[in-house]
């Protein structure tokens, strides 16, 4: 059976959703991911852009909150930035709960190239960091 993870971030449009698609596409063998937040808005299409750059296709991944998953039982829940870190329900209480953040990307202002380069720092990272930190969990 897979490790169930959650990702969670407060409008479930950048940083989440690029970690449910990174692990699901790196260690998706053993690993199901899945993105929530505070707020469901839209994925960003500067992250759709810069994990296809890495062959990740995401364009089938929607914006949802946490109520989404309401009820489910998951073995790690992890929060992207401070505000999903403060509201994350006691629902998912019992599973391994961790805080791992990351700059939001959406928040960077200036020309298209440094607004990319910006996307591209975090997918990064959040590969980077979260691909390492997950393929220790069984």
Do not use: W
């Not at 969670?8 to 692990?23: F, K, V, Y």
């Not at 937040?37 to 839209?42: F, L, N, V």
């Not at 805080?99 to 990272?125: C, K, M, W, Y």
């Amino acid at each position: 059976m897979k490790t169930r993870v959650l990702f969670l971030c407060t409008h479930n449009s950048c940083r989440s959703q690029m970690a449910e698609g990174l692990i699901n596409h790196y260690l998706g063998d053993r690993i199901q991911a899945y993105s929530a937040g505070t707020e469901a808005t839209a994925v960003n299409p500067q992250a759709i852009r810069v994990l296809a750059e890495l062959g990740v296709d995401i364009t089938g991944q929607y914006s949802k909150t946490m109520d989404a998953f309401s009820g489910q039982r998951f073995d790690v829940v992890i929060t992207l930035c401070g505000d999903a870190n403060e509201r994350c329900p006691l629902f998912f209480g019992g599973v391994q709960r961790v805080h791992i953040g990351f700059d939001d990307p959406s928040r960077v202002t200036g020309s298209d190239d440094e607004i990319l380069a910006a996307f591209r720092n975090v997918r990064d990272q959040i590969r980077a960091t979260l691909v390492k930190y997950l393929g220790g969990v069984q």
